[in-house]
């Protein structure tokens, strides 16, 4: 049973940000500037008005400034900084960083540090209360969908499968996930070298039936897209 009042955040912010290089070429991703501030400004804030009092930045390439910014940020001290020394893809750097965390922060919420969606917590908590899932994944609904895998949802609000975009209309991953931890270090403790969450822990952990969904609405951005990052300069200035 978990607590819907789970306040420990990672928010992955290693990435190479190779998409975006074409608009941003001298910050990592998660400080790129959205309507004049660095992007990761509007996470921290929001994940903060909620209440988490843990917040960990896993943070790899071009991470000294991201830990430079963490320092001179009004939330520094709910702010931490793990880094990897060496690429680690997104599995990798969520499993590194739960190592670093305390054993009494079993239940963690993750996030993608580029992307942007008005997730509510307690809902991934009531299904994994609900139906026992160790992994619930925050999902949402998307128009013309020609970019993302498209996500199939079985009984139970489980994902039973993750497929190819359709075009149409599609449920897609949000970038939001719970985890408990301790499940999560023993499913991926096989791993060698960099690894997926997205490729190799959820397809595979879905296909044993241990990954459950929350469909929610709200604004979905991925600046890691050119275009995105281009339309969120207006839709943060509101």
């Not at 499993?95 to 996030?111: C, G, I």
């Not at 939001?176 to 397809?203: H, M």
Request: hydrophobic share 40%.
């Amino acid at each position: 049973m978990i607590h819907s009042d789970v306040k420990s955040l990672i928010i992955l912010a290693g990435g190479l940000g190779t998409r975006l290089r074409s608009a941003v070429a001298d910050k990592p991703k998660p400080l790129a500037p959205v309507a004049g501030k660095p992007f990761i400004d509007y996470l921290i804030e929001r994940w903060a008005k909620l209440g988490f009092s843990s917040i960990t930045l896993s943070v790899g390439y071009l991470g000294d400034m991201i830990e430079q910014y963490a320092q001179c940020s009004p939330h520094s001290s709910i702010l931490r900084i793990v880094h990897e020394a060496t690429p680690l893809g997104t599995g990798g750097a969520i499993r590194h960083t739960l190592v670093e965390l305390s054993d009494d922060e079993e239940w963690v919420l993750v996030a993608n540090g580029d992307t942007w969606f008005p997730c509510e917590p307690d809902k991934l908590a009531s299904v994994s209360n609900r139906h026992g899932y160790p992994i619930v994944v925050a999902a949402t609904t998307v128009t013309t969908n020609d970019r993302y895998g498209s996500i199939r949802v079985g009984e139970n609000q489980s994902i039973s499968r993750f497929s190819e975009p359709t075009n149409g209309d599609d449920i897609i991953n949000a970038g939001i996930y719970l985890l408990k931890r301790s499940y999560y270090l023993e499913a991926t403790a096989e791993f060698n070298g960099p690894f997926s969450f997205e490729r190799d822990v959820l397809v595979s952990q879905a296909q044993m039936g241990k990954v459950g969904v929350s469909i929610q609405n709200g604004l979905f951005i991925d600046i890691g897209i050119p275009s995105d990052f281009k339309r969120a300069q207006s839709l943060f200035l509101k």
